[in-house]
């Protein structure tokens, strides 16, 4: 028989926790060594992070960033092996607040926001103006979103060697939009192209983001602007009229004149449910003033038959009128419930 007076507390095996023995803390590491760095690219969850000495090292998503996604254009801060040599990751362990954010929906019915890129100045919107043809509601979509975020807009046309600008430039230029014809591949490359050149100019000191249907354009710019991008360039089927995707994901560029630029891939769709129509609106000083003034509560802006008092403001001129014509135009875009 077993004398179990022998036998105390220490003489007892306890099977070690599958997690671990170490407590868990909500303290997490200050990082006080961390670097600055912004996002450049995004691919399957690893992160090419330019850092603020121009190295551009490989990094992944730290634990304590939990869901928060990273886009181009995040600032963050990173530690681990920022030397840039070949093999070796880093860890982003911050991504600083955000001063801008351009999103997109898959739908005007999809709750789910898509942020496309962080902290960008404008958006280019990048159109042909044939093969294929241009495409009004896409553009009026891009504006809005663009618009909504607090960025400047451009409307580059491409292609002006195959049809006339005349009518696009009517319908946006009310809105104040710079609007640029461009045809890279005349005689004498792009520096023989005014519009390119102007198009190079817009750039300078600032973060743009290229948008587009496939097939427009958008990476014989890229390759014209970033002369060893390498991006892809593709064709217009000429059954659909659609360009192949070439560029299948975004990135971010320096141009060598000044200024950054970020190609993304082709849409086919815009969506626009994380917009709302009032804060639109107010995207437009001038605009803005004359509804909080003279329209009725709850006013949609749609016509003077519902109500809406900007036809009173807008009265003979001919730049109010068309302003407001071109920014109902955006409104019922937004409303329609349609994607383009």
Same mark, same amino acid.
């Given at each position: 028989?077993?004398?179990?007076?022998?036998?105390?507390?220490?003489?007892?095996?306890?099977?070690?926790?599958?997690?671990?023995?170490?407590?868990?803390?909500?303290?997490?590491?200050?990082?006080?060594?961390?670097?600055?760095?912004?996002?450049?690219?995004?691919?399957?969850?690893?992160?090419?992070?330019?850092?603020?000495?121009?190295?551009?090292?490989?990094?992944?998503?730290?634990?304590?960033?939990?869901?928060?996604?990273?886009?181009?254009?995040?600032?963050?801060?990173?530690?681990?092996?920022?030397?840039?040599?070949?093999?070796?990751?880093?860890?982003?362990?911050?991504?600083?607040?955000?001063?801008?954010?351009?999103?997109?929906?898959?739908?005007?019915?999809?709750?789910?926001?898509?942020?496309?890129?962080?902290?960008?100045?404008?958006?280019?919107?990048?159109?042909?103006?044939?093969?294929?043809?241009?495409?009004?509601?896409?553009?009026?979509?891009?504006?809005?979103?663009?618009?909504?975020?607090?960025?400047?807009?451009?409307?580059?046309?491409?292609?002006?060697?195959?049809?006339?600008?005349?009518?696009?430039?009517?319908?946006?230029?009310?809105?104040?939009?710079?609007?640029?014809?461009?045809?890279?591949?005349?005689?004498?490359?792009?520096?023989?192209?005014?519009?390119?050149?102007?198009?190079?100019?817009?750039?300078?000191?600032?973060?743009?983001?290229?948008?587009?249907?496939?097939?427009?354009?958008?990476?014989?710019?890229?390759?014209?602007?970033?002369?060893?991008?390498?991006?892809?360039?593709?064709?217009?089927?000429?059954?659909?009229?659609?360009?192949?995707?070439?560029?299948?994901?975004?990135?971010?560029?320096?141009?060598?004149?000044?200024?950054?630029?970020?190609?993304?891939? @082709?849409?086919?769709?815009?969506?626009? $449910?994380? !917009? +709302?129509?009032? *804060?639109?609106?107010? &995207?437009?000083?001038?605009?803005? #003033?004359?509804?909080?003034?003279?329209?009725?509560?709850?006013?949609?802006?749609?016509?003077?038959?519902?109500?809406?008092?900007?036809?009173?403001?807008? @009265?003979?001129?001919?730049?109010?009128? $068309?302003? !407001? +014509?071109?920014? *109902?135009?955006?409104? &019922?875009?937004?409303?329609?419930? #349609?994607?383009?």
């Amino acid at each position: 028989m077993s004398d179990w007076s022998r036998y105390d507390e220490s003489d007892a095996r306890v099977r070690p926790s599958r997690r671990g023995s170490r407590p868990r803390t909500k303290i997490r590491p200050a990082h006080e060594e961390a670097v600055d760095g912004t996002v450049i690219a995004v691919d399957r969850g690893r992160y090419t992070v330019q850092v603020h000495d121009g190295e551009v090292v490989m990094a992944v998503k730290a634990r304590e960033l939990g869901r928060r996604g990273l886009v181009i254009g995040d600032r963050v801060k990173v530690v681990g092996d920022v030397t840039g040599e070949p093999d070796t990751l880093a860890r982003v362990v911050r991504r600083l607040e955000r001063r801008s954010s351009l999103s997109r929906t898959a739908d005007d019915t999809d709750p789910t926001e898509r942020v496309i890129v962080a902290n960008a100045d404008q958006l280019a919107i990048v159109t042909a103006l044939a093969d294929p043809e241009p495409n009004a509601r896409m553009v009026d979509r891009c504006l809005v979103a663009a618009f909504d975020a607090g960025m400047t807009a451009l409307l580059v046309l491409t292609k002006a060697d195959l049809a006339s600008a005349d009518e696009l430039r009517a319908a946006y230029e009310p809105l104040g939009v710079t609007v640029i014809e461009t045809s890279v591949k005349r005689d004498g490359g792009p520096e023989a192209d005014p519009g390119f050149v102007r198009f190079r100019e817009e750039l300078h000191g600032l973060t743009t983001v290229l948008v587009g249907y496939s097939g427009v354009g958008k990476s014989t710019l890229v390759n014209a602007l970033v002369p060893d991008a390498g991006r892809a360039v593709g064709v217009v089927n000429d059954v659909t009229g659609r360009g192949r995707h070439t560029s299948t994901s975004a990135i971010r560029y320096e141009v060598p004149t000044g200024g950054w630029i970020v190609d993304t891939p @082709g849409v086919r769709s815009f969506g626009l $449910a994380h !917009v +709302d129509p009032e *804060r639109f609106i107010h &995207a437009f000083p001038d605009v803005s #003033e004359a509804t909080d003034e003279r329209c009725p509560r709850g006013c949609t802006h749609e016509s003077a038959e519902l109500g809406c008092e900007l036809d009173a403001w807008a @009265g003979d001129d001919p730049a109010r009128r $068309a302003r !407001v +014509d071109s920014i *109902r135009r955006l409104l &019922a875009s937004r409303a329609a419930g #349609e994607t383009y």
